[in-house]
């Protein structure tokens, strides 16, 4: 038996390494599967919980149908559901209050995709509560955040390396969208644009089977079809062409708007209690809600009546406007939502207004639903600076490629609209931002972070104290290794060649205690990286601690470790110019 745990420990210390490096395609994959199963059923539990609330406990006629409550409901439901928020959310440390995507992001960013379990444990009860009760926000933030979350623990419970980590990261974040929007395509397209931030041909794969297992998964349980209803949309002549693009640069306007006014209010309520913020939120939901019942809840019951052709001119624009103003105070009141619904509801009332003004021009042929259509690509892909995600997800919401040319046009001139006139960022970017953090996502950060520090250390290594005898310096020689770590306590441990020991042992005096620090020859600080590690972190260990070298070790008991490598800069600097 302990020859077998010895042999399967082995084995695994093997994959774990060949996973740091870049041709780990086949075991990604099964893991992408592994985590699209976590993350599908997860999601599935998240989404019944809330419908479980809103069916049982409000016996709503279906699920997000808020407008069938007595005015009273629709204000106390609300404000009620957010001091639960607010009380639940101050009695728990500050660093477990954060969730949502731009937590995720925020995790990628400085732990490495290390996600911690008690974040997603809030997410999870705190986003029920949020929905369920009808604030202005979306599922599908709080389903990223759990299908990440749940991808990050499974990554680390296998004791994986970090640039792994990251890809599942990926498939829990395509796994949850697709799941929420029944879009397999655009949670894989999601996930590379706005999670990780780039698209590489190893990590699409199993990115691709998550999304896959958790959109079977939502299949089974809430049916085939998608988020929306969206009738037969016919396509657009070449003279509605120039009316789109003026509809995505207005679109792109009012994301600008939006994102503006929610950097300006989480400014403004930066330093309020939750028990002050959260409750104020609830309140503002619950006072329009009084008039606008519409404005409760995700919103998509209204966005089926647009696109169906069954709302006027006067209810889509005051469904715009209070969606405008809620989700704002939501958001920046920290309730745990999403705010890629809002966006969606949003653009389609947009769209749907811009239709019924162009109808009475000149040279407009095409459908009005066409317009309403595209105003929701328009206004996610604006908001979220992810003009493919938008498009794919525009495309499998209403399986018409008639949408395909007028869809880009209208992404893609909302998209530049905000971006380029109104120098607006994706809405999480500056929210991070506005946190004091930065998201770096250049190539060379990008690349460094693909590759584990056990694909390109040098292994020929060996670690011992500064003070040992003659006979087992040469015990060391004899493994010939190319470097000797010096252990030190209390100082920064230090690194020689081992050319410099071979050399002063064929020395004719030698001490039968050699004291490595004095032997000549050049020595070097040297600072110790986790084995999970990427080429980015020890890049980063480098610079602060202003050395030229790491060792990486693993941890080997309580308080133990083994050294496996070395890594010195230009050892990151070949891997990258390589690669």
């Given at each position: 038996m302990n020859r077998f745990r010895e042999k399967l420990r082995t084995t695994l210390e093997r994959r774990r390494h060949f996973l740091a490096t870049r041709q780990a395609e086949i075991t990604l994959a099964f893991l992408g599967l592994v985590v699209g199963l976590l993350s599908g059923g997860l999601i599935i539990s998240f989404r019944l919980g809330i419908e479980t609330l809103q069916l049982g406990l409000l016996s709503l006629d279906a699920a997000d149908t808020f407008e069938g409550l007595s005015t009273p409901m629709r204000f106390l439901l609300p404000l009620f559901g957010a001091v639960v928020l607010g009380v639940g959310f101050w009695l728990i440390s500050v660093a477990s209050r954060s969730v949502g995507i731009v937590h995720v992001l925020e995790r990628l960013q400085y732990h490495e995709g290390h996600l911690p379990l008690r974040n997603l444990l809030v997410q999870f009860f705190g986003g029920i509560v949020a929905l369920a009760s009808g604030q202005s926000v979306g599922r599908e933030g709080p389903s990223v955040h759990l299908g990440a979350g749940v991808s990050s623990l499974t990554g680390r419970y296998l004791s994986l390396p970090n640039n792994s980590i990251r890809t599942l990261v990926a498939c829990g974040s395509a796994a949850a969208i697709a799941a929420s929007f029944n879009t397999p395509l655009a949670g894989v397209i999601f996930a590379m644009e706005v999670i990780v931030m780039e698209y590489t041909i190893a990590g699409f794969t199993p990115v691709i089977l998550a999304a896959v297992v958790a959109t079977a998964m939502s299949r089974a349980v809430f049916g085939e079809e998608t988020a929306f209803i969206v009738p037969t949309v016919g396509s657009a002549s070449l003279?509605?062409?120039?009316?789109?693009?003026?509809?995505?640069?207005?679109?792109?306007?009012?994301?600008?708007?939006?994102?503006?006014?929610?950097?300006?209010?989480?400014?403004?309520?930066?330093?309020?209690?939750?028990?002050?913020?959260?409750?104020?939120?609830?309140?503002?939901?619950?006072?329009?809600?009084?008039?606008?019942?519409?404005?409760?809840?995700?919103?998509?019951?209204?966005?089926?009546?647009?696109?169906?052709?069954?709302?006027?001119?006067?209810?889509?624009?005051?469904?715009?406007?209070?969606?405008?103003?809620?989700?704002?105070?939501?958001?920046?009141?920290?309730?745990?939502?999403?705010?890629?619904?809002?966006?969606?509801?949003?653009?389609?009332?947009?769209?749907?207004?811009?239709?019924?003004?162009?109808?009475?021009?000149?040279?407009?042929?095409?459908?009005?639903?066409?317009?309403?259509?595209?105003?929701?690509?328009?206004?996610?892909?604006?908001?979220?600076?992810?003009?493919?995600?938008?498009?794919?997800?525009?495309?499998?919401?209403?399986?018409?490629?008639?949408?395909?040319?007028?869809?880009?046009?209208?992404?893609?001139?909302?998209?530049?609209?905000?971006?380029?006139?109104?120098?607006?960022?994706?809405?999480?970017?500056?929210?991070?931002?506005?946190?004091g953090m930065v998201y770096r996502s250049d190539p060379v950060s990008l690349g460094l972070r693909r590759i584990g520090v056990t694909a390109v250390m040098n292994r020929r290594v060996v670690s011992c104290d500064a003070e040992i005898t003659a006979k087992y310096a040469r015990q060391l020689l004899s493994q010939e290794p190319q470097w000797i770590v010096i252990r030190q306590s209390g100082d920064k441990d230090l690194l020689m060649p081992g050319s410099n020991l071979a050399a002063y042992l064929e020395s004719e005096s030698l001490p039968e205690t050699i004291q490595l620090r004095e032997v000549p020859g050049q020595r070097q600080e040297v600072v110790a990286v986790d084995s999970r590690a990427t080429l980015y972190e020890a890049r980063r260990l480098l610079d602060e601690y202003k050395v030229d070298a790491v060792y990486v070790r693993r941890p080997a008991g309580a308080g133990s470790y083994r050294i496996l490598g070395v890594l010195q800069h230009q050892d990151i600097q070949a891997s990258y110019s390589l690669r």
């Open positions: 003279s509605d062409l120039f009316y789109i693009t003026v509809m995505g640069v207005a679109i792109g306007a009012a994301s600008a708007a939006f994102v503006g006014l929610i950097r300006h209010l989480r400014r403004i309520s930066l330093n309020w209690s939750l028990l002050l913020v959260m409750p104020l939120a609830g309140l503002a939901v619950g006072g329009l809600g009084i008039f606008i019942p519409e404005v409760l809840g995700t919103g998509y019951d209204s966005v089926n009546l647009a696109v169906s052709g069954q709302l006027g001119m006067t209810l889509m624009a005051l469904i715009l406007l209070a969606k405008f103003v809620a989700s704002a105070i939501c958001v920046s009141g920290r309730i745990p939502g999403g705010l890629i619904g809002p966006t969606i509801v949003m653009g389609c009332m947009a769209g749907g207004l811009f239709a019924q003004f162009v109808s009475q021009l000149p040279a407009v042929t095409a459908d009005p639903v066409l317009y309403t259509v595209l105003g929701m690509g328009a206004m996610m892909s604006a908001a979220l600076q992810a003009p493919l995600a938008a498009l794919l997800a525009l495309l499998e919401m209403t399986a018409s490629p008639a949408l395909i040319m007028p869809a880009m046009l209208a992404v893609v001139s909302a998209n530049m609209a905000a971006k380029s006139l109104f120098g607006q960022r994706s809405v999480f970017l500056q929210m991070l931002q506005d946190s």
